[in-house]
């Protein structure tokens, strides 16, 4: 099993910055890929970047050049660095990990969430 931590939310105004975290813990397990995920209210669940065990990137075009996701291998720990926050990124922000426990079977881990409410 799994556990996923996440930190970093708030509030802050357009334009302004926020750092989230998410640290995985528990036993047996390698990570293949970390992401994070953001869900506003009546819509679905997106992706907003994510980064694979090989330090390969992905973002969703809507924060390409503002967002910034990384890894800390050695602390089983994601960042999710967010400048020139906009209110339409307000949404509670979901960290994701993609893991393989005992060297043997793949499974799928979800925070419990952070809220990120940007004002205008």
């Known amino acids: 099993q799994v556990q996923l931590a996440e930190s970093g939310g708030g509030l802050v105004q357009a334009g302004g910055s926020l750092r989230l975290s998410c640290a995985a813990s528990?036993?047996?397990?390698?990570?293949?890929?970390m992401g994070w995920y953001r869900q506003a209210p009546g819509k679905q669940r997106e992706l907003v970047a994510e980064?694979?065990?090989?330090?390969?990137?992905n973002y969703a075009g809507s924060v390409k050049g503002r967002f910034t996701i990384s890894r800390d291998n050695a602390r089983n720990t994601e960042y999710l660095q967010m400048n020139s926050l906009k209110p339409e990124d307000t949404a509670g922000y979901y960290c994701?990990?993609?893991?393989?426990?005992?060297?043997?079977?793949?499974?799928?881990?979800w925070g419990q969430g952070t809220q990120v409410t940007v004002s205008s």
């Open positions: 980064i694979t065990s090989g330090d390969i990137t």
């Open positions: 528990g036993s047996g397990f390698s990570i293949n890929s």
């Open positions: 994701n990990a993609r893991v393989t426990l005992w060297n043997t079977v793949r499974n799928n881990y």
